[in-house]
């Protein structure tokens, strides 16, 4: 469910359906560093939909500033993931490129000031005629087969028309994580334009209910017109990073549900009694009271 957060600190805040009196939450704290050895790749969508976003049907001559609206968002959002990855760039890549969108133009990996000067004017090679995620999925992970960590973005407009096989990808993906045989992945969706909110949410919760469901998390599909900042990319991302501070956490009776004495992992998660409105949080010299219901 969507919460709103109460701080700057939090990024995503999960609460999870009450289970026998008591109802798991999780906090995760928004990030703020790069992430040793983490690897990024960004897949920008090149189906035949989003030539008009790109200005691609307009001669460059004659183009004006600001009608290209891509080129921005993807050249700030570069620069904004090469900060955090492990050695200060990113691999971009154009998808759903070619007949029935099934194809992948590869841009070059870019640094930060690379991706300041980046020309985002859609793929050399045809657009594609259909909007496929698995060819994109399946390039980056075998580009980052031995990534201690890959964090994979994709802007999409539309639908996707692969998803049963990227599911059954992103099933192995897990198993394949659990057993030790592949670092931790995140694959973020970020939906612009048309993009399908009920497919993303089946994306989202591909996890729920299977044998993963406790240890694999790896989706977060989420609307760009959602979002207030870019930070929010990383809100649901557990890096497995403890932060050198103590915290305490006290449910809406005052009882302390959880204690942090020296590190507080990232991802914090805790229980509380089911149909509990709201917590308190002391952490980093602050107390905050977050609510747990729904926007």
């Known amino acids: 469910m969507a919460i709103v957060k109460a701080s700057p600190l939090f990024g995503k805040i999960n609460v999870y359906d009450p289970d026998g009196g008591k109802q798991r939450v999780e906090i995760y704290i928004r990030l703020d560093q790069s992430v040793e050895h983490m690897q990024v790749g960004i897949a ?125 990808r992103a099933l192995e993906v897990g198993h394949e994580i659990k057993a030790g045989r592949r670092g931790n992945c995140k694959f973020v969706v970020v939906g612009i334009g048309e993009a399908d909110e009920d497919q993303l949410d089946d994306l989202d919760n591909m996890f729920d209910g299977t044998e993963l469901e406790e ?43 959880k204690t942090y004495a020296d590190e507080v992992p990232q991802r914090m998660e805790f229980e509380v009694p089911a149909g509990t409105k709201s917590i308190t949080l002391e952490i980093a010299g602050q107390t905050i009271t977050q609510s747990l219901l729904e926007n």
């Open 44 to 168: 920008i969508d090149a189906s035949a939909s989003m030539k008009s976003l790109y200005a691609a049907n307009i001669p460059k001559m004659v183009r004006q500033p600001g009608q290209n609206v891509m080129e921005p968002v993807v050249r700030q959002l570069c620069r904004f993931v090469c900060d955090y990855s492990g050695d200060g760039t990113v691999l971009p890549i154009y998808w759903a490129v070619g007949p029935g969108g099934k194809e992948i133009e590869a841009i070059g990996s870019l640094d930060a000031t690379k991706a300041e000067t980046m020309p985002v004017d859609g793929p050399k090679r045809p657009w594609g005629t259909g909007t496929c995620l698995l060819p994109a999925l399946n390039f980056f992970l075998e580009q980052f087969a031995s990534a201690e960590w890959a964090i994979l973005l994709f802007i999409t407009d539309g639908v996707m028309e692969d998803v049963p096989a990227v599911k059954a």
């Open 215 to 257: 240890d694999v998390d790896l989706w977060d599909c989420k609307l760009a017109g959602d979002m207030a900042e870019l930070s929010e990319i990383w809100d649901e991302v557990d890096f497995g990073i403890s932060l050198p501070m103590s915290a305490r956490i006290l449910d809406s009776s005052g009882t302390i549900v």
